[in-house]
């Protein structure tokens, strides 16, 4: 999903308002383990598609087709070995997004919206891929062994191979509490006052002076992380901001969070770039666990087509 996310700021821009098939009038075509697949599903996740990986209609229909007979699996399993999803998460995540093409997750949810997807559409495979992800998690976490030579055979054959410099931040989250069930005035009101904690800082050492202004707003030690440790769309805010700044104002269930970046140092070492070769290698082992163990509750799971 992540890797197409940047094609949904140009789809956004190109494609107009879309008519949208009504929720009334689907049908359902498919049903996986009592799970229904509506056409409303498929014509939603299609334009989804459509937006997000240019894909004619009709391979973005059968490819929506399969995404959501893949996802009822997922989430059916997922359900059986007690692993949920909360809304907050899915939320979290679409957040993310929304950053990662430079707009709010309101902002994004209207741009969906102009081009006839439902947001939930997006959420919905969202939260299929979270939930799918940690049953994965759970069941090969400890399955899978990368050794030094691994390693050091891929750092060879990578573009990083020259690389010896590591950059390490110490980073702070900044929480500007907003209770659960706030009006909309105070949440306007703390998030006007995010903005300007984020104005006036300038550095973790007199960070102090500026939060003793403000009520309900709580400093967590993130610690230091190397580079290749921090997600790659807030690692590139990071770099860009620099010591002694804070990152826009997200909202979030909590209130309105910001990443402090306190310090940043390079050290002589391939510890960054071996690292995010390694890292690399678990997910590519990851991904075959996963799609063997899709094929494994498939087989046992019921689809019928109508």
């Known amino acids: 999903m992540l890797k197409h996310i940047k094609v949904i700021v140009c789809a956004l821009a190109l494609v107009g308002a879309c ?24 014509t939603q996740r299609a334009r989804l598609i459509t937006l997000t990986q240019r894909k004619s209609g009709s391979i973005a229909k059968r490819m929506a087709k399969q995404e959501l007979i893949d996802e009822r699996i ?24 929304a950053r990662n093409v430079k707009m709010s997750p309101s902002q994004l949810t209207s741009a969906l919206r102009r081009s006839g997807i439902n947001p939930q559409t997006l959420k919905d495979r969202l939260k299929a891929q979270l939930a799918w992800t940690e049953v994965v998690r759970g069941r090969f976490a400890t399955q899978i062994k990368i050794n030094d030579s691994d390693v050091i055979a891929a750092l060879r054959k990578s573009d990083m191979k020259d690389k010896n410099v590591s950059i390490e931040y110490d980073l702070k989250r900044l929480i500007v509490v907003v209770p659960a069930k706030s009006s909309n005035s105070f949440k306007s ?58 990152t826009k104002p997200e909202a979030t269930s909590r209130g309105y969070e910001m990443i402090a970046i306190c310090d940043r140092r390079e050290m002589q070492s391939d510890i960054a770039a071996r690292t995010e070769v390694e890292n690399e290698l678990r997910q590519k082992e990851g991904q075959a666990m996963s799609r063997r163990y899709l094929n494994e509750v498939r087989r046992r799971s019921t689809i019928v087509e109508r």
């Open 19 to 42: 008519q949208t098939t009504s929720f009334a009038q689907a049908t359902i075509e498919v049903v996986v383990n009592d799970a229904p697949i509506t056409t409303y599903d498929i």
């Open 74 to 97: 997922q989430l059916g399993e997922a359900n059986r070995v007690g692993v949920s999803v909360s809304d907050s998460e899915v939320n979290g995540a679409f957040g993310n997004i």
């Open 189 to 246: 009101k703390r998030r006007n006052e995010a903005n300007k904690i984020r104005k006036s800082f300038t550095g973790c050492d007199t960070e102090g002076a500026i939060l003793s202004q403000y009520s309900e707003v709580v400093v967590k030690p993130i610690g230091r992380r190397l580079e290749t440790e921090i997600p790659e769309g807030m690692r590139k805010v990071i770099e860009d901001l620099g010591v002694g700044s804070l």
